[in-house]
């Protein structure tokens, strides 16, 4: 079984609907991050949480909300989906010692 | 800022030796990283190299840090078919932020 799950993997919806998308994780991480990766652009961070109680704004959280449920789970929302958040959406953990980050598979995500 | 700066593609022979290079600029960076993405998949991290080490070294990868020059690459020994794919360059910042470069492209010529 992976140890970073994203659910959906691929998601098409319309400009003005909220989405979320959820991450599940089994390392037993307290770090875990949202990103976005479009074409010729890198992976740009949109938000990160280091345990349950903490939530921090990456580079691109505008039109974006977090929820860190369990330190297992962390879900990115979306609350009024617009075009250009159209993009391939990554979760990833990392250990509190730091050295090790693991991504999930990616959420396709396109807003018509 | 911060930035971390990466070639956008790179083409070798199978069976040459690659070298993507990386340059950043946050000298308190703690840890750099290579990912390896293939087509249609996610992130698989392939190394990662402590600051205060100079070379680090795993069967076919090699990954050469100079902190003064803030530079770091990455060799890959015996280039195979398999190993086309975009390759990611990351560092851990002091505020324990990752941050990526754009990627560089890996094509590899018969």
């Known amino acids: 079984d992976a140890d970073v799950t994203q659910t959906p993997r691929n998601r098409i919806t319309k400009t003005g609907k909220r989405i979320m998308l959820e991450c599940s994780q089994t390392?037993?991480?307290?770090?875990m991050y949202w990103y976005r990766q479009d074409p010729g652009l890198g992976l740009r961070l949109i938000y990160y949480?280091?345990?349950?109680?903490?939530?921090n704004k990456g580079e691109i959280s505008d039109g974006y909300s977090v929820s860190r449920q369990a330190q297992a789970k962390f879900s990115l929302s979306l609350e009024s989906a617009i075009p250009n958040q159209t993009a391939l959406y990554f979760c990833?953990?990392?250990?509190?010692?730091?050295?090790?980050?693991?991504f999930g598979p990616g959420t396709r995500l396109t807003v018509t | 800022g911060e930035d971390v700066e990466q070639s956008l593609f790179l083409s070798v022979r199978e069976g040459d030796s690659s070298v993507i290079n990386c340059t950043y600029t946050?000298?308190?960076?703690?840890?750099l990283y290579w990912y390896k993405q293939e087509p249609g998949a996610g992130l698989q991290l392939l190394t990662y190299?402590?600051?205060?080490?100079d070379m680090k070294q795993d069967q076919r990868l090699t990954v050469l840090l100079n902190k003064k020059d803030k530079h770091l690459s990455l060799r890959i020994a015996d280039t195979q078919t398999g190993d086309s794919a975009i390759y990611f360059c990351?560092?851990?910042?002091?505020?324990?932020?990752?941050?990526f470069g754009k990627g560089t492209r890996l094509h590899i010529l018969p």
């Open positions: 990833a953990t990392s250990g509190a010692l730091g050295g090790e980050q693991y």
């Open positions: 390392k037993g991480h307290d770090r």
């Open positions: 949480s280091f345990d349950v109680k903490d939530i």
């Open positions: 946050d000298s308190s960076s703690t840890y």
């Open positions: 190299i402590f600051s205060n080490m």
């Open positions: 990351a560092e851990r910042n002091r505020d324990d932020k990752i941050i």
